[in-house]
């Protein structure tokens, strides 16, 4: 499965990116933390969050009706964990921790995952 994106959103997902597009201009994604279902990605102004040798870019998400992509970047330790794994970016009630742009909209982001085939 070549072809498969690594990272998919949910339709709720791409709202939501659609909304904290609006209020803060380009975003991007890190994975730092976290090494199963339920861990939470942080979202991020593009570039507020440095990402270096340490980090590894796994996707570049499009959403419908942003005019960029948003970037979702992963640690290498912790894609050393999901390398065999699509991750799919979904929403949940209920406040995250850190400073992740949705915190203040009483949802978080969550990482669901599924094996890839071959």
């Known amino acids: 499965m070549a072809d498969s994106p690594r ?12 909304r904290l597009r609006a209020a803060h201009g380009p975003l991007m994604f890190h994975q730092s933390g976290g090494c199963c279902d339920g861990s939470a990605p942080m979202c991020y102004p593009d570039g507020e969050f440095r ?28 894609y050393a964990v999901w390398s065999h794994t699509r991750l799919v970016v ?18 978080r982001f969550l990482i669901r995952s599924r094996l890839i085939d071959g």
Do not use: C, H, I
Request: net charge negative.
């Open 7 to 18: 990272v998919e959103l949910t339709p709720a997902a791409a709202d939501l990116l659609r």
């Open 51 to 78: 990402t270096g040798q340490s980090d590894v870019l796994l996707a570049e998400l499009t959403v419908e009706g942003m005019a960029e992509n948003v970037s979702f970047w992963m640690s290498k330790s912790q």
């Open 90 to 107: 979904d929403v949940v009630e209920g406040r995250g921790s850190g400073f992740s742009l949705e915190a203040p909209e009483g949802v």
